[in-house]
């Protein structure tokens, strides 16, 4: 624990080197953190928070910088995330009044979103398909032996597979089988799709069959991850090895999946340089948060960053954006 004069001066060196990316002295310490003492006293302080860890001296004559302990003190005080300027809370409020159309879609535009308010690479991991309940399902003819069956989930997912037929498939069948799919399957987990009933109607039930079959989960099928904002790595780090190497995971979708499952228990969290357990990341912060669909955890969003971030504002973006998402989904 720190007292109460050697928080406020951390707290004044990690906002100022957010803000600067330029060591920190003593000066502007006593002149922004208020704390009516000396330059010398704030000098003594800081060697003390440096020996504990929390600050680093860079080079001799220059001021201090936060260590990954500092950034975590300083976010630890962080008791809720902040509020958004106006005009980025409405440039949310207009994204989610005009968010229309398929699931993939809306994700991929959310992750643009969520990195042009926060200049951070952002990703969204889309719901798992085996957790979604089925809404509805609907048999559409295309042609003569050509049917699209169309499933509607409760994650605002729509699944679509073409099913090919040997004979001729008019719309009354394809009706029957449409009503048989609804009576058997909504409500039930996409991921644990059993037998249906049968009709009487071997035709029919042949139909419900391919339909069920098409539409059940593989184990191979990769999370819907979308990736905004990559460029803006290249901006965010000095050193070109750093910025490759990140690029480099963030095409690594399993990894970025994996890194935010690992998170998702704890709520709104953040993980700073090696916390999150994956070293090629150790220059990188992530804040992460889940997103509800009807009142069921459906999927994730975060930032990653370097570990100068701007933490307030970034906690602000993930959480408003989270909290956005998931009701516009639940409203379908």
Not at 125 to 133: I, K, L, M, Q, S
Not at 172 to 194: C, I, M, Q
Not at 206 to 211: D, K, M, N, T, W
Not at 247 to 253: D, H, N, P, S, V
């Given at each position: 624990?720190?007292?109460?004069?050697?928080?406020?001066?951390l707290r004044a060196?990690?906002?100022?080197?957010?803000?600067?990316?330029?060591p920190v002295g003593?000066?502007?310490?006593?002149?922004?953190?208020?704390?009516?003492?000396?330059?010398?006293?704030?000098?003594?302080e800081?060697?003390v928070l440096e020996?504990?860890?929390?600050?680093?001296?860079?080079?001799t004559?220059?001021?201090?910088?936060?260590t990954?302990?500092?950034?975590?003190?300083?976010v630890?005080?962080?008791?809720?995330?902040?509020?958004?300027?106006?005009?980025k809370?409405?440039?949310?409020?207009?994204?989610?009044?005009?968010?229309?159309?398929?699931?993939?879609?809306?994700?991929?535009d959310?992750?643009?979103?969520?990195?042009n308010?926060?200049n951070?690479?952002a990703v969204v991991?889309?719901?798992?398909?085996?957790?979604?309940?089925?809404?509805?399902?609907?048999?559409?003819?295309?042609?003569?032996?050509?049917?699209?069956?169309?499933?509607?989930?409760?994650?605002g997912v729509?699944?679509?597979?073409t099913?090919?037929?040997k004979e001729?498939?008019?719309?009354e069948?394809?009706?029957?089988?449409?009503?048989a799919l609804?009576?058997?399957?909504?409500?039930?987990?996409?991921?644990?799709?059993?037998?249906?009933?049968?009709?009487?109607?071997?035709?029919?039930?042949?139909?419900?069959?391919?339909a069920m079959?098409a539409?059940?989960?593989?184990?191979?099928?990769?999370?819907?991850?979308?990736?905004?904002?990559?460029?803006?790595?290249?901006?965010?780090?000095?050193?070109?090895d750093?910025v490759?190497?990140?690029l480099?995971?963030?095409e690594?979708?399993?990894v970025?999946?994996s890194?935010?499952?690992?998170m998702?228990?704890?709520?709104?969290?953040v993980?700073?340089?090696?916390e999150?357990?994956?070293?090629?990341?150790?220059?990188?912060a992530?804040?992460?948060?889940?997103?509800?669909?009807?009142?069921?955890r459906?999927?994730?969003?975060?930032?990653?960053?370097?570990?100068r971030?701007?933490?307030?504002?970034?906690?602000a973006?993930?959480?408003?954006?989270?909290?956005r998402?998931?009701?516009?989904?639940?409203?379908?």
């Amino acid at each position: 624990m720190l007292d109460e004069r050697k928080a406020a001066i951390l707290r004044a060196v990690v906002s100022e080197y957010i803000d600067t990316a330029q060591p920190v002295g003593s000066g502007h310490v006593v002149h922004e953190a208020g704390l009516g003492v000396s330059p010398a006293t704030v000098r003594n302080e800081m060697a003390v928070l440096e020996r504990e860890g929390y600050l680093v001296q860079p080079h001799t004559s220059a001021g201090r910088i936060p260590t990954d302990k500092g950034y975590r003190f300083f976010v630890d005080q962080i008791t809720a995330p902040g509020t958004l300027d106006p005009g980025k809370r409405q440039q949310v409020r207009d994204f989610f009044r005009a968010a229309h159309g398929e699931l993939e879609r809306m994700l991929a535009d959310t992750s643009r979103l969520l990195s042009n308010l926060t200049n951070y690479a952002a990703v969204v991991v889309g719901p798992p398909h085996e957790a979604a309940t089925i809404r509805s399902v609907q048999l559409v003819g295309l042609g003569p032996r050509i049917a699209l069956v169309v499933a509607v989930l409760s994650n605002g997912v729509v699944e679509k597979r073409t099913l090919e037929f040997k004979e001729e498939t008019g719309d009354e069948r394809l009706g029957a089988a449409t009503a048989a799919l609804n009576r058997n399957l909504v409500g039930r987990p996409l991921g644990t799709l059993g037998t249906v009933l049968e009709t009487g109607d071997a035709a029919t039930d042949e139909l419900v069959r391919a339909a069920m079959n098409a539409l059940r989960v593989h184990d191979d099928e990769p999370d819907h991850v979308f990736v905004g904002g990559s460029s803006r790595m290249a901006r965010a780090f000095d050193a070109v090895d750093t910025v490759r190497e990140v690029l480099g995971i963030l095409e690594e979708q399993y990894v970025v999946v994996s890194l935010l499952r690992d998170m998702l228990d704890r709520g709104l969290s953040v993980a700073i340089g090696v916390e999150h357990g994956y070293q090629p990341l150790s220059e990188c912060a992530l804040i992460v948060a889940p997103y509800e669909v009807e009142g069921e955890r459906a999927g994730s969003i975060g930032v990653l960053g370097p570990t100068r971030m701007n933490y307030p504002e970034a906690m602000a973006a993930v959480a408003v954006v989270s909290q956005r998402l998931g009701k516009h989904l639940s409203e379908g």
